[in-house]
T-cell receptor, first 111, second 115 residues
Framework: DAKTTQPPSMDCAEGRAANLPCNHS???????VYWYRQIHSQGPQYIIH???NNETNEMASLIITEDRKSSTLILPHATLRDTAVYYC????????????FGTGTLLAVQP | EAGVTQFPSHSVIEKGQTVTLRCDPI?????LYWYRRVMGKEIKFLLH????????ESGMPNNRFLAERTGGTYSTLKVQPAELEDSGVYFC?????????????FGAGTRLSVL
C-alpha cells in the first residue's frame, strides 16, 4: 500500500496557484518525495522530487516540511492543461525503484 | 529523442487468447518497468528489468504473464491465456540508471480489453 495520503480532488481557477498537499508521516530518512501526474489517456509524467530541501523546476515547486512528514506541490500558474491526477510517492517498496502509486488527487482547473 | 513507445495502443481479444505487448524504452536506459491499472484500481507495479535481467518480478499476478527483455533493449509482456480480469491499461517506463533518485519515463500505455 502507498505510504501517502492525498485529498481525492481539488479545484483551482485558471491562472491561480494550485497547492496540492500530501501527508507521508512514516517516511524514512533516505526516502525521496516524488510527484508524478497522469493526464487523461496518457502515461504518468514525472514532475519533481526532493529529499529534504525545497525544490523548484520549470513545472512546479515542492515544499517539504522540516520533519518531512508532509509536502506540498505548487503549480504557480495553473492552466487547463494541468487538469490531471497528481500522485505523491514516497515508497520505493524495497531495493528496486518501483513506484507505489496511491489514489492521487484529481486536480480540476476551472476556466 | 524518442520517448518510451508502446505497441499496440489498444488490443481487444477474447478470453483464452494470447496477447503480446511491446515496450521500447528510451535508448540507453538500462532500467525498464512494467505497471498496470485495472478498472477502478490504482496503478500497480508488475516487474523491473535491469538490462536483460529481471530485478524484481514481485508484482506479476500469476504465471499467465511472461515478460522478456532479450538483449536488454525492448521488452515484451505476454499474457497467455488472457482472462477477463486482465483488462486494463499496461504501462511501461524506463530510467537511465539505478539510483534512489532516478526518474521514470512512462509510455502512453496499451489498453487491453479481454472480452
Amino acid at each position: 500500500d502507498a505510504k501517502t495520503t492525498q485529498p481525492p480532488s481539488m479545484d483551482c481557477a485558471e491562472g491561480r496557484a494550485a497547492n496540492l498537499p500530501c501527508n507521508h508521516s512514516t517516511i524514512s530518512g533516505n526516502e525521496y518525495v516524488y510527484w508524478y501526474r497522469q493526464i487523461h489517456s496518457q502515461g504518468p509524467q514525472y514532475i519533481i522530487h526532493g529529499l529534504k530541501n525545497n525544490e523548484t523546476n520549470e513545472m512546479a515547486s515542492l515544499i517539504i516540511t522540516e520533519d518531512r512528514k508532509s509536502s506540498t506541490l505548487i503549480l504557480p500558474h495553473a492552466t487547463l492543461r494541468d487538469t490531471a491526477v497528481y500522485y505523491c510517492i514516497v515508497d520505493y517498496g524495497g531495493a528496486t525503484n518501483k513506484l507505489i502509486f496511491g489514489t492521487g488527487t484529481l486536480l480540476a482547473v476551472q476556466p | 529523442e524518442a520517448g518510451v513507445t508502446q505497441f499496440p495502443s489498444h488490443s481487444v481479444i477474447e478470453k483464452g487468447q494470447t496477447v503480446t505487448l511491446r515496450c521500447d524504452p528510451i535508448s540507453g536506459h538500462d532500467n525498464l518497468y512494467w505497471y498496470r491499472r485495472v478498472m477502478g484500481k490504482e496503478i500497480k507495479f508488475l516487474l523491473h528489468f535491469v538490462k536483460e535481467s529481471k530485478q524484481d518480478e514481485s508484482g506479476m499476478p500469476n504465471n499467465r504473464f511472461l515478460a522478456e527483455r532479450t538483449g536488454g533493449t525492448y521488452s515484451t509482456l505476454k499474457v497467455q491465456p488472457a482472462e477477463l480480469e486482465d483488462s486494463g491499461v499496461y504501462f511501461c517506463a524506463s530510467s537511465p540508471f539505478w539510483d534512489r533518485a532516478d526518474i521514470q519515463y512512462f509510455g502512453a500505455g496499451t489498453r487491453l480489453s479481454v472480452l
